[in-house]
């Protein structure tokens, strides 16, 4: 148990679909990430959120569309993704300059 | 652009063996460097380095930071099965607290 709890899992989804993966912290952390896990690429830092406040939005398509209503939540709406867009989403969190704490992760597939 | 490389892309050792995975950085203003492992779910915490030359300890698990040769080593000393796993080197600027991450090293331990 990491302390970040991502929902759903596993996650398949046609190209038309919408919907959202969900992240929970409860550590008491500031600040929540989302990063994409791709086969044979390194983690990709999607989206930073400080407070609540959107601090980074490392040129992810439009089709991606975080939320973070309040330190201890942040969502991640998915809207026309395209197959390329499979992968493992990471939700993290932290305190000012300590470690980032990872979830589970949710698998995601798209047909 | 921050940068980090890896090496080697993965490893294969028996059980007492000794590795050395390989971390090299290009920042602009380094502020720290970090290692996860990686089994099949979260990435979890292991070190994290800011000052050159002192060695982190955690039992056969060590690592190390070089700021001159950008670059840190970790360690793992009579291996067992369950250190088979993704290891991944991330670093960190002064801008804020965003990772960028290395493209990892996957250690698999043979019985």
């Known amino acids: 148990e990491t302390g970040v709890t991502q929902t759903p899992r596993h996650l398949v989804m046609g190209m038309t679909n919408k919907k959202s993966l969900k992240c929970e912290q409860h550590?008491?952390?500031?600040?929540m990430y989302w990063y994409k896990q791709s086969a044979k690429k390194p983690l990709e830092l999607m989206f930073v959120y400080n407070f609540k406040e959107q601090t980074e939005n490392n040129s992810v398509p439009s089709r991606f569309s975080p939320e973070c209503p309040n330190s201890s939540h942040l969502f991640l709406h998915l809207h026309t993704l395209q197959p390329e867009d499979s992968a493992l989403y990471l939700c993290?969190?932290?305190?000012?300059?300590?470690?980032?704490?990872f979830g589970d992760g949710t698998r995601l597939s798209i047909l | 652009e921050d940068k980090v490389v890896q090496s080697p892309l993965s490893l294969v050792v028996h059980e007492g063996d000794t590795v050395t995975l390989n971390c090299s950085y290009e920042?602009?203003?380094?502020?720290?460097l970090l290692w996860y492992k990686q089994e099949k779910k979260a990435p979890t915490f292991l070190f994290m380095l800011?000052?050159?030359?002192i060695e982190k300890k955690s039992g056969r698990l060590s690592s190390i930071l070089d700021k001159k040769e950008l670059s840190s080593i970790l360690n793992i000393t009579a291996t067992q099965t369950g250190d088979s796993a993704i290891y991944l080197c991330a670093v960190v600027n002064n801008a804020g607290n965003m990772l960028t991450f290395g493209g990892g090293t996957r250690l698999m331990v043979k019985p």
């Open positions: 920042v602009t203003n380094f502020r720290s």
């Open positions: 550590l008491g952390h500031n600040a």
């Open positions: 800011t000052s050159s030359g």
């Open positions: 993290a969190s932290s305190q000012g300059n300590q470690p980032q704490h």
